[in-house]
């Protein structure tokens, strides 16, 4: 995994899923340093996530491989910096996960 997340870090952006159906469009992708996901689904509306490839290399350099801790999830957000990393967009409600 930490292979995988060095090696994102030098290639250009690409798309590594991309599904399109008459209910939904999802698409997982690199863009820049951040790892993005993009679900627009219709009525029941949109999601956008996107996180540092950075922050989650360094929560699984401090992970032990055994376990999975819940702390993890604090690692990666305290190492995203400031911004936007999450939004949904739904018929009935909005949500947007920011780090100040």
Do not use: C
């Not at 292979?3 to 899923?17: C, M």
């Not at 400031?82 to 100040?100: L, M, P, S």
């Amino acid at each position: 995994m930490l292979a995988i997340l060095n090696a994102l870090g030098e290639t250009p952006d690409t798309t590594f899923v991309s599904v399109d159906s008459p209910d939904a469009t999802v698409r997982i992708a690199k863009r820049g340093d951040f790892l993005t996901l993009d679900v627009k689904g219709g009525r029941e509306g949109t999601v956008h996530g996107s996180i540092p490839i950075a922050a989650l290399r360094t929560a699984l350099q401090r992970w032990d491989w055994q376990t999975f801790h819940p702390a993890m999830a604090l690692d990666v957000l305290a190492s995203a910096g400031r911004g936007k990393i999450f939004e949904a967009d739904g018929h009935d409600a909005r949500v947007t996960v920011r780090i100040w």
